[in-house]
């Protein structure tokens, strides 16, 4: 069992903290050697290296490197077209307002290897760091997962588009009223899958519930690592509410023309086999209750285009909204396939309802 | 949706066979997995040829779109001759020692007759970035879609599990410059059923071992005569000399007893065992000390200066052992530095600006190996350091053919050895310089 971080670390953490903020203007480098040299911190233990990879990914994230490459380019060009060296640093320094020297000193600063400690603003904070920690250390010990199990009750869309995107190897074991349960196992010999899990963890806390049980394995050491909802780990950065403009442009417009109608953006997942299907929107009327779930397409991966035709021909109530150019020539008159240009119309995805309406009657509370 | 009894699908980066023929053998990799098998995505050209031969129906959800009649590229003319037997292989093979122009009209023509989206898989960004300026000036992104991708390596293996199912055309250029393990996650996990390879040099230990992957060898070309190579012997400097030989003397240390020990294992096996053992770890660290300063010297500095001195006027290459030294000399010199480090695009633009004449030179460690067409440089500057045989061979080949590589060597070092096995043959001439004194 991991020792969490809690409000018990606080004096240490500050210690750290200021020592940190005392190595401000100076490179990274540097305060590595510090480290190195100096002795541990009897109240951290072992966790004093933990709150240190921490605090140097935090100050790795606030230091904002200087804007050097277009002044290496000028040099380099100045250079190439015959100037000496001292010349062509003069006249570029110039350019810039700074002195030759300071040019040739600073020429990349703005690289990794030279960049300099920016002491982030506002500071963190003990108890934000101590969130921060516990999140690095869920990380560190998933990536020893030999397999695991995660359930999700809402607002899990983010989560499972981000483990689909790293390949993380999740799939559907089940899918009931009370959320989605997946399963995970590391393939043989790959590591990478297991980082993928662990990649997860910041977005977990942005799910309505969650329960991750993973079975693993720390030199040598076998246990089973539980994370749920409430656990105290600082949740990743907010997942964006729409994965593509046209998305946005659709929601907006159609809360604007269709007073009538909900638009949820987050339905409930459908199980296709191993796999699940997230549907863009849900509309729902809200005098007759009826609801229709809305996907829409882009097709910038044109593979995925039968899994969708398969889908639309499982869900009566599914509306597909294609590039019209992209229309299967088959599709072009299909009740249930909205063809756009530049924006998804409201007005053709509204008819399309209609039509549904005539066709198939009130189904209100049918999902 | 076509009902037929056999489906192939790919789900996360595994082929998955549903309702396989009882009567029928399936392909070797296949394994049971409830009712239905699974294995690498590499076998759906293997399933799909099986279930052709025997005559069964079957519905392959893996075949990505084929691209729309006007984004296929036009072909080259005349077409590679490659093409033909690559063709009458079923689409897959390995072509040795091509060109690169030639290379890319293979691709084309590849592409052209199999009417797929293809894959370029290359060693590190410096290749992609080559491909890209190449792919970029035959227009191959047309209406938005993108008929050839080029990706690292790393990143195809990374993201294979869903570019598995967009292309049905891999291109792996220079496998032999991939790290094992990176390629075989490439090669298992691409569900392409055409399959091309482009390797400098056939190596009949490594062709086997690629076969399964990319198909077997369906053309050799002579790469021809190289640039002409000069070997500078350079001294070095008394207080390296002492860091090197101190250096030299604890690897050997350690370095005996283990061959004494383990007399058929190799050096490799020496640096698995050192990394774990404490006592070994020092030997090891110091076998890096000791390359560290034959690699990159005063004497290097001085010399590489007077290179860059010499042939201002043409285009110079500088491959340096390190990141430290290649900013060390672009800071000294004014010649941009190609490394990892820097941001994307301004790697690429210096090295398009190099193609276009409007950089004389750069310099850089690594991806300077492939990031220029072959032939574009006229003097290369190999200042140490090296990964093997295949590297010194591609960055030679930056060089053209009337041009003038010249390699540093530290007098009296593991380079001399190196130099030798790397160039393979005798340089066409050797000079023991010393360089700053006059």
Redesign the interface.
């Known amino acids: 069992m991991p020792a969490w971080f809690s409000d018990r670390d606080r004096p240490w953490l500050r210690d750290l903290l200021h020592e940190t903020e005392a190595a401000a203007g100076r490179p990274f480098a540097e305060l590595g050697r510090r480290w190195r040299a100096s002795d541990p911190d009897p109240r951290a233990g072992r966790r004093l290296a933990v709150a240190r990879h921490v605090a140097r990914a935090l100050l790795l994230a606030a230091a904002r490197p200087p804007r050097l490459a277009a002044i290496r380019q000028q040099l380099f060009a100045a250079a190439a077209s015959g100037l000496a060296r001292d010349e062509a640093l003069r006249e570029v320094a110039a350019a810039h307002g700074c002195t030759p020297d300071a040019l040739a000193s600073d020429l990349f600063a703005d690289l990794p290897h030279a960049r300099r400690i920016v002491w982030p603003d506002p500071p963190p904070e003990p108890s934000r760091f101590t969130l921060l920690a516990n999140r690095a250390i869920a990380q560190g010990v998933l990536v020893h997962a030999n397999d695991a199990t995660l359930q999700l009750i809402g607002a899990s869309r983010a989560l499972l588009r981000t483990a689909w995107l790293h390949g993380a190897g999740l799939s559907v074991d089940r899918v009931t009223a009370e959320g989605v349960h997946l399963r995970w196992s590391r393939a043989a010999g790959c590591r990478r899958r297991a980082r993928s899990l662990a990649a997860l963890v910041p977005l977990l806390p942005w799910t309505r519930r969650h329960v991750l049980r993973a079975r693993c394995a720390v030199n040598g050491l076998d246990g089973t690592l539980v994370l749920t909802t409430g656990d105290a780990i600082l949740p990743g950065p907010e997942p964006r509410p729409y994965d593509s403009e046209l998305e946005r442009c659709f929601a907006r417009d159609f809360a604007a023309a269709a007073p009538g109608f909900e638009l949820l953006r987050e339905p409930t997942p459908l199980a296709t086999g191993d796999h699940l299907a997230f549907p863009d929107f849900e509309l729902r009327c809200r005098s007759s209750g009826r609801r229709w779930l809305l996907e829409i397409a882009g097709l910038r991966d044109r593979s995925v285009l039968p899994g969708k035709l398969a889908l639309l021909d499982r869900e009566p109530d599914y509306l597909l909204c294609v590039p019209r150019q992209l229309v299967p020539a088959g599709l072009v008159d299909h009740p249930r396939v909205v063809g756009f240009g530049r924006r998804v119309t409201v007005a053709a995805v509204l008819d399309r309802i209609a039509a549904q309406r005539r066709i198939g009657g009130p189904r209100a509370g049918r999902r | 949706?076509e009902s037929c009894g056999t489906t192939l699908d790919l789900?996360?980066?595994v082929l998955r066979v549903c309702h396989w023929p009882s009567a029928l053998r399936p392909p070797f990799g296949l394994v049971p997995a409830g009712a239905e098998l699974r294995g690498p995505a590499r076998l759906r050209a293997a399933v799909r040829r099986t279930l052709q031969q025997s005559g069964a129906a079957f519905d392959d959800?893996v075949t990505?779109?084929p691209l729309a009649p006007e984004t296929v590229p036009r072909p080259p003319q005349p077409a590679p001759t490659v093409l033909h037997a690559w063709l009458a292989n079923d689409r897959r093979g390995i072509a040795c020692g091509l060109p690169e122009t030639t290379r890319l009209d293979l691709v084309m023509a590849a592409v052209h007759t199999t009417r797929q989206q293809a894959l370029v898989v290359v060693r590190d960004s410096g290749a992609e970035s080559m491909w890209l300026r190449v792919f970029g000036s035959h227009g191959v992104r047309r209406g938005g879609e993108e008929v050839c991708a080029v990706a690292t390596a790393a990143d195809a293996a990374?993201?294979?599990?869903?570019r598995a199912?967009?292309h049905d055309l891999l291109v792996v250029d220079r496998p032999e410059q991939m790290p094992h393990t990176t390629l075989e996650a490439v090669l298992d996990g691409s569900a392409a059923s055409s399959r091309l390879g482009f390797v400098d040099r056939p190596d009949a230990r490594l062709l086997l071992r690629w076969a399964a992957g990319l198909g077997p060898v369906v053309g050799v070309a002579h790469a021809g005569p190289g640039p002409h190579r000069l070997e500078l012997v350079l001294p070095l400097p008394a207080h390296d000399r002492i860091t090197y030989d101190a250096a030299w003397h604890t690897f050997l240390g350690a370095f005996d007893a283990f061959a004494a020990t383990r007399p058929q294992a190799g050096f490799g096996t020496f640096v698995q065992q050192a990394r774990r053992d404490e006592r070994q770890r020092p030997a090891l660290l110091a076998w890096h000390r000791a390359l560290h300063v034959a690699s990159w010297n005063e004497a290097k500095a001085a010399a590489t200066a007077e290179l860059l001195q010499r042939h201002r006027q043409q285009r110079v290459l500088v491959f340096t052992p390190s990141?430290e030294s290649a900013?060390q000399l672009?800071?000294?010199?004014?010649?941009?530095p190609v490394t990892a480090?820097?941001?994307r695009?301004?790697r690429q633009?210096?090295l398009a600006?190099f193609c276009a004449g409007?950089?004389?030179?750069l310099v850089g460690p690594r991806l300077l190996d492939l990031g220029v067409p072959e032939g574009t440089a006229d003097v290369g500057v190999l200042v140490g350091g090296g990964y093997g045989r295949n590297q010194h061979d591609a960055r030679c080949r930056r060089v053209g053919r009337s041009g003038l590589v010249y390699q540093l060597v530290a007098l009296d070092t593991v380079e001399v050895g190196r130099a030798h096995r790397f160039g393979r043959s005798a340089a066409g001439a050797t000079a023991v310089a010393d360089p700053g004194r006059r």
């Open positions: 949706m789900c996360a980066g959800r990505p779109p990374r993201t294979m599990h869903w199912r967009r990141r900013y672009a800071c000294t010199h004014l010649i941009a480090e820097l941001p695009r301004e633009q210096a600006a409007r950089l004389r030179a």
